[in-house]
């Protein structure tokens, strides 16, 4: 494991998240004009689609965190694919549910096949479930990194592959009902959509680094007590029973 | 479909921004449970090292 | 590598035709599943884009039992071992089990397009058969190459059934967006072939795109 510290940085990364996530929020609320068509819904946008894009960023980046992986066998950039995935899922949940949410205000149903956006990322979301299943029945700890990297590597590739095959089904078929993102927002919402997704990608890399110090902790906490029980274990037979009990207290804790 | 009036789609936009606040809060509460147990993990360690070495 | 892939998949070939285990049960599979549908659906003959539809699920579904059984042979009489210690790039073991499943699809399709002609179809298929078998050639591309790659990371796994449908169905979506797609104005009245160099051209990226990757990346799996 490396001997990075993942922690560094933390404090100002979680003050500037919290000023973007602030600033976002107040410009949607206080400055973002009312869409004329949608109405007061349209607000839904600026959380649904950064929670979007920064999921599949968020897959994709740890496509190449994964290759970095296989390429430097360095098991901490597995780590940080892992923690990446592990994210992006529960984003995922949140993209599906809002999503849900728009369109039942929007068109009455709790779903709609018309936005490819959405759409696609129901497929995404329904590969990158198989990951842990498919991680944690590997029981080698080398082989299931490894595996596991192949594996992201490959749903990373996927993710813009098959956003194309959604949007050419779509643009076949029926035409663009809601075009938001990118080129036909006025320029207040664009801001507020920038700031929106510049916040929500802060979001991410501050939980991201956030999980990623505290499962390091855990693993050098491990090391460090795997180390002193076998230095328990060297130390002459009359402390040896009372060893057992804080060892085994630790590991049941722990457990 | 014509947008829905202000107090009907509040509730709509509340829940929406709602859903996105408690992902980020148990997220958030997760990780303080396992940072709790880190701590309580430590603090046995530190046992064991002083009753290694007083 | 060339020498090594042939010979591999000669064995593969053999061993199949000997214990005819993977291509009669797809094509038993696909027919059971026309009847099921003519029975679900309560309809005597399809059309447009419920048939290709219909057909391309079909395939599909299929192909994942072909996926399982891909690596049974060297799981259960431990080839592995040999495969593993032989002087050989391990991609010639994926350039193998790719082309082996690429012949099992064809096979299957081969039977599986005329039963459908027969025993669904309510549109004359002739008119529209070179344009479907481009289709499908292209098609099968990309479902043997990813099928290839799926059976070799599920291949360790302890739920291996359970883990290649769920992992080969969403990654061989596009194949059916855009093979569905491409098939339907062919199963018309009409029988244009509205967008076909689009879709055709599609399904070529998505097969260079993940024949590229599992080359690149198959070393890392069988790793042992």
């Given at each position: 494991m490396t001997s990075a510290l993942f922690g560094r940085g933390l404090s100002a990364l979680s003050i500037a998240t919290v000023c973007a996530i602030a600033a976002a929020f107040a410009l949607v609320f206080f400055y973002a004009p009312l869409d004329a068509?949608?109405?007061?819904?349209?607000?839904i946008f600026y959380v649904h689609v950064p929670m979007a894009i920064v999921a599949l960023g968020g897959f994709m980046a740890a496509g190449v965190m994964a290759i970095l992986h296989l390429r430097r066998r360095d098991r901490s950039w597995d780590m940080r694919s892992y923690v990446a995935i592990h994210l992006s899922i529960i984003l995922g949940v949140g993209v599906l549910v809002t999503g849900a949410i728009w369109a039942k205000a929007s068109?009455?149903?709790?779903?709609?096949?018309?936005?490819p956006t959405l759409v696609s990322f129901l497929i995404v979301f329904l590969l990158y479930c198989t990951y842990q299943p498919l991680r944690f029945s590997i029981e080698d700890p080398e082989r299931q990194a490894r595996y596991a990297s192949v594996f992201a590597i490959v749903a990373g590739a996927f993710v813009p592959l098959n956003f194309i095959a959604v949007r050419l089904a779509e643009a076949y078929t029926h035409p663009r009902v809601l075009s938001q993102?990118?080129?036909?927002?006025p320029g207040e919402m664009r801001l507020t959509f920038l700031v929106a997704l510049g916040a929500m990608t802060l979001l991410f890399v501050t939980l991201w680094k956030l999980e990623l110090t505290s499962k390091h902790a855990a693993e050098q906490l491990r090391k460090l007590r795997v180390r002193l029980e076998l230095g328990a274990d060297e130390r002459p037979a009359q402390s040896g029973s009372g060893y057992r009990a804080p060892a085994a207290a630790a590991r049941s804790a722990s457990s | 479909m014509p947008a829905l009036p202000l107090e009907e789609a509040g509730k709509y936009v509340a829940g929406a921004y709602l859903v996105f606040v408690v992902l980020v809060v148990v997220y958030v509460a997760i990780i303080g449970a396992k940072v709790a147990r880190l701590e309580r993990e430590l603090k046995t360690l530190g046992d064991l090292m002083e009753k290694r070495a007083p | 590598m060339t020498r090594a892939a042939l010979a591999i998949l000669r064995k593969d070939l053999r061993i199949e035709l000997r214990t005819r285990e993977s291509v009669p049960a797809m094509a038993l599979f696909a027919v059971t599943v026309f009847v099921l549908f003519h029975f679900g659906l309560d309809r005597d003959s399809l059309d447009g884009a419920l048939a290709a539809g219909i057909l391309w699920v079909t395939v599909l579904l299929a192909a994942v039992l072909a996926v399982n059984r891909l690596f049974v042979v060297e799981r259960e009489q431990g080839g592995f071992d040999g495969l593993l210690l032989a002087?050989?790039?391990r991609t010639a073991v994926y350039v193998a089990k790719a082309t082996a499943l690429l012949l099992y699809l064809l096979m299957l399709e081969l039977v599986a397009v005329p039963a459908f002609a027969l025993l669904l179809l309510g549109v004359d298929l002739l008119p529209a058969l070179p344009e479907l078998v481009a289709i499908m050639l292209v098609a099968d591309v990309g479902l043997a190459a990813v099928g290839a790659l799926v059976a070799a990371l599920a291949v360790e796994t302890r739920a291996r059934d359970l883990i290649v449908p769920l992992l080969l169905l969403p990654l061989l979506v596009p194949v059916i967006i855009a093979g569905a797609a491409a098939t339907e104005p062919l199963l018309t009245g009409l029988q244009t072939a509205d967008g076909l160099g689009r879709w055709l051209a599609f399904l070529g990226l998505y097969d260079m795109v993940f024949v590229l990757l599992s080359v690149g990346i198959f070393d890392f799996l069988l790793d042992d």
């Open positions: 068509d949608q109405g007061f819904i349209q607000k068109w009455g149903h709790w779903w709609v096949w018309d936005e993102t990118g080129g036909n927002l | - | 002087p050989i790039d």
